[in-house]
């Protein structure tokens, strides 16, 4: 039988270098941006990725994993009861998988309709607590891409922020893929001013947090008030199709 991937020391060796780098660019670029480091969370992407290496990344010290799929995440979280770990649903979420999502995990990034957040608040209700969601906004109207667009956010976040069983915690975005990173700041930036007009808008929560950024521009999003960075390659590597 193969050793696992978190036994493996040149794994393991090859994940705790990945792991000091992306904490280190953090660190950089939110003191560049006058934050502290500790304002920015890491959300190791582990889509694909198996549990011995979410093990291992646990071990070097990031808690929090971003799942794209429902079933997949089960899989993991069944397989690993540890301590201060936290999965958070990063992907579209499908209406049949509602109801596992609400009970699964510690945060929904990606709520992107009013229906969406209206079945989520009723089945965390029936599970008894009150989920965390962010508002997915498709800032730059890509058709391929889900998400509210920007001018339906203050009439939705109105309607979830009366939801019983949902905590608004605050907005997320996908920016479009971009060989430089600078040529999305205007996607980060447009975020930023959405939740600063919503919080004018729209009485009670205080739509904390700014998920944007991942791999290749996450910097970027951080000079603009990302509050939580989604980082998969560069933590766990480039993902073999097979790997499950």
């Not at 906004?137 to 890509?142: M, Q, S």
């Given at each position: 039988?193969?050793?696992?991937?978190?036994?493996?020391?040149?794994?393991?060796?090859?994940?705790?270098?990945?792991?000091?780098?992306?904490?280190?660019?953090?660190?950089?670029?939110?003191?560049?941006?006058?934050?502290?480091?500790?304002?920015?969370?890491?959300?190791?992407?582990?889509?694909?990725?198996?549990?011995?290496?979410?093990?291992?990344?646990?071990?070097?010290?990031?808690?929090?994993?971003?799942?794209?799929?429902?079933?997949?995440?089960?899989?993991?979280?069944?397989?690993?009861?540890?301590?201060?770990?936290?999965?958070?649903?990063?992907?579209?979420?499908?209406?049949?998988?509602?109801?596992?999502?609400?009970?699964?995990?510690?945060?929904?990034?990606?709520?992107?309709?009013?229906?969406?957040?209206?079945?989520?608040?009723?089945?965390?209700g029936e599970a008894?607590?009150?989920?965390?969601?962010?508002?997915?906004?498709?800032?730059?109207?890509?058709?391929?891409?889900?998400?509210?667009?920007?001018?339906?956010?203050?009439?939705?976040?109105r309607a979830v922020?009366?939801?019983?069983?949902?905590?608004?915690?605050?907005?997320?975005?996908?920016?479009?893929?971009?060989?430089?990173?600078?040529?999305?700041?205007?996607?980060?930036?447009?975020?930023?001013?959405?939740?600063?007009?919503?919080?004018?808008?729209?009485?009670?929560?205080?739509?904390?947090?700014?998920?944007?950024g991942m791999t290749?521009?996450?910097?970027?999003?951080?000079?603009?008030?990302?509050?939580?960075?989604?980082?998969?390659?560069?933590?766990?590597?480039?993902?073999?199709?097979?790997?499950?």
């Open positions: 039988m193969a050793e696992s991937a978190a036994a493996d020391p040149a794994n393991l060796a090859d994940l705790a270098a990945r792991v000091r780098a992306i904490r280190a660019r953090v660190a950089m670029a939110a003191e560049r941006a006058g934050r502290a480091p500790d304002d920015v969370l890491v959300v190791a992407v582990s889509k694909t990725v198996d549990a011995d290496h979410v093990r291992g990344v646990y071990e070097l010290g990031l808690k929090t994993f971003g799942e794209n799929r429902v079933q997949e995440a089960r899989g993991k979280i069944a397989a690993l009861p540890l301590p201060l770990i936290a999965w958070e649903l990063i992907g579209h979420l499908q209406s049949n998988k509602v109801a596992r999502a609400a009970t699964l995990f510690a945060r929904v990034q990606s709520v992107d309709s009013l229906a969406l957040a209206e079945a989520l608040s009723r089945r965390a008894g607590r009150v989920l965390p969601i962010l508002l997915e906004i498709n800032v730059a109207g890509e058709a391929s891409k889900s998400g509210l667009a920007p001018d339906d956010l203050p009439d939705v976040a922020a009366a939801l019983p069983h949902l905590r608004p915690d605050g907005l997320m975005t996908v920016a479009p893929i971009a060989a430089d990173p600078e040529t999305v700041r205007p996607v980060f930036r447009r975020l930023r001013e959405l939740r600063d007009r919503l919080r004018d808008a729209v009485s009670g929560p205080s739509w904390p947090h700014l998920s944007m290749d521009d996450f910097e970027v999003a951080i000079a603009e008030g990302a509050t939580i960075v989604r980082i998969g390659r560069a933590i766990f590597g480039a993902r073999p199709p097979t790997m499950t």
